[in-house]
Every structure is written in structure tokens, then in C-alpha cells.
């Protein structure tokens, strides 16, 4: 499938737990202004944390595949250029080591790891862990999606009034924003939590039927498109086309099923 063997699944997880024990969680509650900078802005933030789990994850995950690259989201940060090894012919590991910055940085309980394994564009694996609760979602392509050691799958389809998700207008249009929040009113609760791979999570569980997304940073998004697709869940860019990890603007849609996809695509963009 892939050209390469691929890691132990497990392995990779056990790797994942224990950076997040050892560089991540001693960090939590704990930061101090010092701890905490901006990259871009106040909605942009990098801490202590970030920057030692992704320095533990790089060279161990590497060491994992023999050859493989890696991408990961503060490196990026500091030279744009790193983003180009995705479309390379080596596998490519893509990392968020605190997603949901903003969160861990105020104390709450709403971030994650995220890890992806990707190669000539598209992605092989996917990892996806809860420091706090030990949660932690695997999949491979091809295999099914995996949460705490069993097989899950996304929420059964329910009509549109019924529908619960996350309904990001970060990152778009001042007039799809608007768009967005007249359309949405025919639909259930929304529920953003400012971490991508928690909302992904919910999609796991059952607990939302959709999320949309702008803005399409690899180390957002690989891991938990894969995952909710191996969950039995549909998703493309609301042009149609599928999701790649090496795609960086657009918006993107995930459903239960292609059927509901469409019927939120009517009601969201028609």
C-alpha cells in the first residue's frame, strides 16, 4: 500500500503518550506569562510546551521510519519551506504537538497531539491523543478507525434540524461569515471547542454529526480527515474535490455520509 513498511501503530502511540507525559502535561496550568509568545498575533500562540514536544517527536518519530521527513506545525512556523517536504517522494510525519494552543495556555482541558503519516500526498495513519484523558484515536488507511482500542464509527445520518457540529468562520470571508451564520440557523446546537482534533473526536464518538473548516494547515487536518473517513464518515472541500494534506487554503466539509454531505452543502452554500 504504501511502498514503505509501515511503523507499529501501537509504537507510535505508546511514543505519543509518553512526550505528552513528559513534555506536555507538566506544562499544564502551570505557564506563566514568559512560557506563552505570539507567532502571528493573540489568536496565534506558541508555549514551552509546543516547542519541547515537537523537539522530543521529531527525531524519535524519524527514527521510527527510516528516511521519513518531518513536518511539524512550529517548525513550519519559523521556515515555510518545510511544508514543501509533503509533496516530496519520502513519507512524511506531520505534527501539531498542542493543538488547541489557545486552550492549553488558559488552563483548559481542550487540546490534543495530533500525528499524521503521509506519503506523496496523501495520508497513510493518523494519531490523534488527549493528554488529559488518555484518550487516544488511531487509524490506518484502509483499516478502520480506532478509539481506546475499539473499532468506532461516525454518528448515524439525522436531518439537518438535528444536525450538532462545529461551524468554524475563522479564517474566511467577511461574506461567507455572514453567509454562514444565516444558513447555520436551520440547523442544531454548534459547538466549536478552539482545538481541531477534540472536535474530530466528537465526530469519533458519535457526539456531532459534522464540522467545517477553513484554513487547511496539514497538522490540523490529515489525521483527523483520515480517521473520520475510516470511521465511515464522508468529507471534500466544498467545491467537491477530495481533501489532500498538501492543500493549505479552502474550506472543508465532513458528514456522516455523502447523502448528508450534500444536504449540508445545499443548506450551508446553495
Known amino acids: 500500500m504504501t511502498g514503505f513498511p509501515l511503523p507499529d501503530i501501537d509504537r507510535v502511540a505508546d511514543l505519543i503518550r509518553s512526550v505528552a507525559r ?13 512560557g506563552i509568545r505570539q507567532k502571528t498575533g493573540p489568536t496565534d500562540l506558541v508555549t514551552l510546551a509546543d516547542e519541547a514536544a515537537e523537539r522530543a517527536l521529531t527525531p524519535a518519530l524519524s527514527a ?44 483548559r482541558p481542550m487540546f490534543a ?36 482500542g475499539r473499532r468506532v464509527h461516525v454518528a448515524p445520518a439525522v436531518p439537518l434540524p438535528q444536525m450538532v457540529g462545529a461551524l468554524s468562520t475563522r479564517f474566511c470571508s467577511e461574506e461567507m461569515r455572514l453567509k454562514l451564520e444565516e444558513r447555520s440557523v436551520g440547523l442544531a446546537e454548534r459547538v466549536c471547542l478552539s482545538s481541531a482534533a477534540q472536535e474530530y473526536l466528537r465526530l469519533l464518538e458519535g457526539r456531532a454529526q459534522y464540522s467545517l473548516y477553513h484554513r487547511l494547515m496539514p497538522w490540523d487536518h490529515a489525521a483527523g480527515v483520515l480517521l473520520h473517513a475510516e470511521a465511515g464518515g464522508h468529507s471534500a472541500l ?33
Open 64 to 107: 521510527l521510519l527510516p528516511g521519513s521527513r518531518v513536518v511539524g506545525e512550529e517548525a513550519a512556523s519559523e521556515d515555510e519551506r518545510v511544508l514543501e517536504r509533503i509533496h516530496g517522494d519520502d513519507p512524511v510525519w506531520i505534527i501539531d504537538p498542542v493543538d488547541g494552543t489557545i486552550n492549553f495556555a488558559q488552563g
Open 113 to 148: 497531539v495530533i500525528v499524521a503519516l503521509a506519503c506523496k500526498g496523501e495520508t497513510i495513519a493518523g494519531w490523534i491523543h488527549d493528554p488529559v484523558d488518555g484518550r487516544m484515536a488511531t487509524a490506518v488507511k484502509g483499516q478502520g478507525a480506532w478509539l481506546d
Open 238 to 270: 466544498i467545491d467537491g474535490t477530495p481533501y489532500r494534506p498538501g492543500l493549505l487554503n479552502g474550506s472543508i466539509l465532513l458528514a456522516p455520509d455523502r447523502e448528508s454531505w450534500q444536504a449540508l452543502h445545499g443548506q450551508l452554500f446553495g
Open 22 to 34: 513528559t513534555e506536555i502535561m507538566p506544562y499544564f496550568q502551570k505557564l506563566d506569562a514568559a
